[in-house]
Nanobody
Framework: QVQLVESGGGLVQAGGSLRLSCAVS????????IGWYRQAPGKQRELVAV???????NYVDSVKGRFTISRDNAKKTVYLQMNSLKPEDTAVYYC????????WGQGTQVTVSS
């Protein structure tokens, strides 16, 4: 059974940086693309960034140039480096594989103060 464990969130001022990590177990991690999603209060969960098994990346327009997704296949971990954070980035961040989704982890809260 796949388990996803996110970490690295916190409270940061606008313009600051955070690095999120997602440890994956129970999966052939290196063979699959994986993404970061976020859900702000009262909003639907949205895909933020995705990285393919070969390392190709894609981002939602609102984070392009500020966020970087990367992966370490040996550690079965995917990262999200978030720079120049804005208050609108405030959300719970989750990682997951492309649909069909596995069971969601607990997520990690990112709060950006203005």
């Amino acid at each position: 059974q796949v388990q996803l464990v996110e970490s690295g969130g916190g409270l940061v001022q606008a313009g600051g940086s955070l690095r999120l990590s997602c440890a994956v177990s129970g999966s052939t991690f290196s063979l699959n693309g994986i993404g970061w999603y976020r859900q702000a209060p009262g909003k639907q969960r949205e895909l933020v960034a995705v990285i393919g098994s070969g390392g190709i990346t894609n981002y939602v327009d609102s984070v392009k140039g500020r966020f970087t997704i990367s992966r370490d296949n040996a550690k079965k971990t995917v990262y999200l480096q978030m720079n120049s954070l804005k208050p609108e980035d405030t959300a719970v961040y989750y990682c997951n594989f492309p649909p069909p989704f596995r069971s969601w982890g607990q997520g990690t809260q990112v709060t950006v103060s203005s």
